[in-house]
Every structure is written in structure tokens, then in C-alpha cells.
């Protein structure tokens, strides 16, 4: 599984951004992919997963400004963020793991991308 994310940088508060995530996945794996961020001093949490019926889970600060989709064509998966605080300040992290929502958003993702900077100010 490798993921790579794209799409950080830098807003000003109330701004938006749309992270992407691009997942080459073979065809026999049957993972998971979620959004996660690392603040600085801070562990790293779950943001938001999409499972494949189409159930979004959010983390409950990010509920209502932050929207996750995907593209299964193109095995994309999208963070549309809107009305950015600077609590959102972090390292944006695409993970992958075996269980779906809630499981992989805390502590269920194995596998992680590089992660891209958002920096809200």
C-alpha cells in the first residue's frame, strides 16, 4: 500500500483547502483509508474515514466544516476543508488499515503516507 498526499499549505482563518490523497492499492487488498493530522506537541487522531457504502465518520471538532469523499476510479480520497481554525494547524496524514470507520480512525491504520503541512493563521 502506498499513499501519497497533496494539497496542503498555507490559509488564513476561515479559509479552505482540499487535501488529496492517491492510494496504489492491489487489487487483493481490502484497506481502508482515512484522513489523520499530528499537531505540533500533540498525538496524532483520527479526522475522518469514508467506508465503502459511503458512511462518513468525522471527528467531532471537524463535523460540518470538513468533508471527506472519494473517487474509487481513480482510488482518490479527498479532505474538503472549509472554514479552517488555526486548531487545524497540523502535519495531514492519509493512513490505510484493515478495519473500516471508526476501527481505523483510532489506532486501526498500518499503513501512512508522507503527510502534507496545513498551516491555518
Known amino acids: 500500500v502506498q499513499l501519497v498526499e497533496s494539497g496542503g499549505g498555507s490559509v488564513q482563518v476561515g479559509g479552505s483547502l482540499r487535501l488529496s490523497c492517491a492510494a496504489s492499492v492491489d487489487t487483493s487488498s481490502h484497506v481502508f483509508i482515512g484522513w489523520f493530522r499530528q499537531a505540533p506537541g500533540k498525538e496524532r487522531e483520527g479526522v475522518a474515514t469514508?467506508?465503502?457504502?459511503?458512511?462518513?465518520f468525522y471527528e467531532d471538532s471537524v463535523k460540518g466544516r470538513f468533508t471527506v469523499s472519494q473517487d474509487n476510479a481513480k482510488n482518490v480520497l479527498y479532505l474538503q476543508m472549509s472554514a479552517l481554525k488555526p486548531d487545524d494547524t497540523a502535519v495531514y496524514y492519509c493512513?490505510?488499515?484493515?478495519?473500516?470507520?471508526?476501527?481505523?480512525?483510532?489506532?486501526?491504520?498500518?499503513?501512512w503516507g508522507q503527510g502534507t503541512q496545513v498551516t491555518v493563521s
Open positions: 469514508i467506508r465503502t457504502d459511503g458512511t462518513t
Open positions: 493512513g490505510a488499515g484493515y478495519v473500516p470507520g471508526w476501527l481505523l480512525l483510532r489506532g486501526g491504520a498500518i499503513f
